[in-house]
């Protein structure tokens, strides 16, 4: 199973969102994510995503909120992936320009009329609830074909 993380900055109503437009064959190509990559030998979860965050962002992330965990079978080029999901409103620094695509804050309320994964919509709900999700996202050709979500 390939780990990574994945993580929405928040700030007055806002959500910085990574747009990937950049990069060639990118499974996420056209699509909106948080920042958030692939764990690195040796790391936890929290040093995957503030590191993460600080190479696609700039930004320095001083305290995070994990929100869940989801598992994607078969997903990354055919392997499993495992993915935390955290939010980050507690940050410093400026912002640099992304390799990956491009940066923007995004209006919380017009998050979800961005063209995204259709299993991260559920992640906002999750940010709101204020519960720990761990879930199971299946995908078919791009399409959502089975969701399982247990709240704690």
């Not at 410093?92 to 998050?111: P, Y």
Request: aromatic share 14%; hydrophobic share 35%; with cysteine.
């Amino acid at each position: 199973m390939i780990l990574t993380t994945v993580c929405y900055m928040k700030r007055d109503n806002q959500t910085l969102m990574l747009h990937r437009i950049k990069k060639q064959d990118d499974i996420n190509g056209g699509k909106w994510i948080g920042v958030g990559g692939k764990f690195e030998e040796g790391e936890s979860a929290e040093d995957c995503v503030k590191r993460e965050i600080f190479e696609e962002t700039g930004l320095v992330a001083h305290s995070l909120k994990l929100h869940g965990f989801v598992s994607f079978p078969g997903l990354y080029y055919g392997q499993d992936e495992g993915m935390f999901v955290y939010t980050c409103d507690d940050f410093s620094g400026v912002i640099h320009e992304c390799d990956e695509g491009v940066l923007k804050w995004i209006d919380d309320d017009k998050i979800l009329t961005l063209p995204m994964w259709q299993g991260d919509y559920h992640f906002f709900d999750w940010i709101k609830d204020g519960r720990f999700h761990s879930a199971k996202i299946v995908y078919e050709n791009d399409q959502v074909i089975e969701y399982q979500d247990n709240v704690y």
